[in-house]
């Protein structure tokens, strides 16, 4: 990850007399912070991870980073929850704070999460990148896994050229894919799978998925009934 400054004028809040940003004026102009830094990346929001909830996921082509927003209207009484969620899901993470933060942000979380901080002033919406992300040490594949849909686990299975397990778990399928794959390759097929994820159509999706697996169950079932009556 690289370490670098940029504004905003555009993204300036409209009549802000205050330096105050909250969550709703940072995450656009954010998106294209990153976007400017990174090139080819997805932005993924408020997903579910543990006890917590993502503000946002940063899809890199061979990574993810978890992505926590304290504006300056926040406050840090979940953090501590929320950085050991944000671990054990993450390949990275970044903290992003509003000025009011600055001076303490580092305090609450580990050494390896990123920090960039977001303020207001005469050119616009400025972020500054103070400490750059590295890898998390803590993260666990498996539960990065969990992130995938069914349908795009079931994709990974034909990618990898392994059975579909039709009746089988997600952790089941993940387990499996964790004994077979080399780890460096499921981090880019991850990313493959969230770079195409189609969220206008994924409840169709489902639907095919599952009535393809009910077919195929009862194929199977009917086979071993046939084969009880004939022994």
């Not at 809040?13 to 205050?18: L, R, S």
């Not at 997903?47 to 406050?75: Q, Y």
């Not at 400025?126 to 750059?132: A, K, P, T, W």
Request: glycine share 4%; proline share 5%; with cysteine.
């Amino acid at each position: 990850m690289k370490n670098c400054s940029l504004c905003f004028p555009e993204a300036a809040v409209p009549g802000n007399t205050e330096t105050m940003l909250y969550d709703q004026d940072i995450r656009e102009p954010l998106y294209l912070f990153l976007e400017k830094v990174f090139g080819k990346v997805r932005f993924l929001e408020e997903k579910n991870m543990g006890r917590s909830r993502a503000d946002a996921i940063l899809v890199l082509p061979a990574a993810l980073c978890g992505i926590e927003i304290k504006s300056d209207a926040d406050t840090y009484t979940r953090l501590s929850r929320q950085v050991q969620d944000y671990d054990r899901y993450y390949d990275y993470n970044l903290l992003v704070i509003g000025q009011s933060h600055a001076m303490h942000a580092a305090e609450h979380i580990p050494d390896f999460w990123g920090i960039l901080t977001v303020s207001e002033t005469e050119e616009g919406i400025c972020f500054q990148m103070n400490r750059i992300p590295q890898k998390n040490p803590n993260c666990d594949l498996e539960r990065k896994m969990s992130i995938l849909w069914r349908p795009e686990l079931n994709h990974l299975l034909e990618r990898n050229r392994m059975p579909h397990y039709t009746q089988k778990s997600k952790r089941f399928v993940a387990q499996s894919l964790l004994r077979r794959v080399p780890p460096a390759l499921l981090h880019v097929q991850i990313s493959e799978e969230l770079y195409e994820r189609d969220y206008t159509r994924i409840g169709q999706v489902i639907a095919d998925f599952r009535n393809a697996h009910r077919r195929s169950g009862v194929r199977r079932s009917g086979r071993r009934k046939r084969s009880r009556v004939r022994v």
